[in-house]
């Protein structure tokens, strides 16, 4: 089996809070986000056979405690990616996958098959303004895995499970929002970075988070990741 390959990151401590992991990318992605950082694997190919990335992962194993798949969207190659997480199985260690949401049906086989451990679901906006935002509509697609997720989380299928908010200033009323749609999941809002607009910063994100009353993780450039307990007004410092 063949894989689209993407990258491969042979150690990181910012991919997964608390582990040291490495990170393997996965090309194509069907939403093409403006802002997206991984804008050059979104499309073309680099075709590696599976067992050459599996190499890779091999190769870090002794530093890791487990692999993250990003991309790209990861989930669009279901086959690749499901045999991925089932090496990375034997080898003993944790999987994570960082997705937009588009193919519920891999996360559903994945989880099945108990081949992941976290997910880190981003959701983009609210519901009625993401077929506009994206270049696919996707909505429902995204709903069933933001369903499936968290049943999978209550029913401890998966150890974690956490919804990402990119945050470009200028969209701010987007957090009650998602904030409510999530109010039983661990929530982060990142600072989103897009050309001259200036991004929030933490204070900015900080002050967003006070709205909605709740406990938040809050990652900025400048910043790293912070837990946040809202309105107490009370930072702490998260080791990663
Ligand atoms: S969904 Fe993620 S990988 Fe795909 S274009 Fe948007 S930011 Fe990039």
Avoid at 33 to 47: E, V
Avoid at 93 to 105: A, H, S, W
Wanted: include cysteine; charged fraction near 25%.
């Amino acid at each position: 089996m063949d894989v689209n390959f993407g990258g491969f990151v042979p150690i990181s401590t910012v991919d997964w809070r608390g582990k040291a992991v490495c990170t393997v990318f996965l090309r194509g992605c069907p939403v093409r986000c403006t802002y997206c950082h991984n804008a050059s694997i979104l499309s073309g190919k680099d075709i590696r056979p599976l067992e050459e990335v599996i190499g890779m992962i091999r190769s870090s194993r002794l530093l890791i405690s487990g692999v993250v798949f990003s991309g790209g969207e990861p989930t669009m190659q279901a086959e690749p990616l499901i045999a991925l997480a089932g090496a990375v199985k034997k080898m003993g260690l944790l999987v994570g996958v960082q997705t937009n949401g588009v193919y519920p049906e891999t996360l559903e086989a994945l989880i099945a098959d108990n081949l992941v451990d976290r997910i880190a679901l981003d959701i983009k906006a609210r519901w009625q303004r993401y077929d506009n935002l994206m270049k696919v509509p996707c909505v429902g697609k995204v709903q069933r895995s933001l369903a499936l997720c968290r049943a999978a989380h209550q029913s401890r299928k998966i150890q974690e499970f956490e919804v990402v908010i990119t945050l470009f200033r200028g969209y701010e009323d987007e957090v009650p929002y998602i904030a409510r749609e999530c109010s039983d999941i661990d929530l982060v809002i990142q600072q989103g970075v897009q050309g001259d607009i200036p991004p929030l910063s933490c204070s900015e994100l900080k002050k967003i988070a006070d709205q909605i009353s709740r406990p938040v993780r809050i990652r900025t450039r400048e910043g790293g990741e912070i837990s946040y307990e809202g309105s107490r007004d009370r930072w702490i410092a998260s080791e990663r």
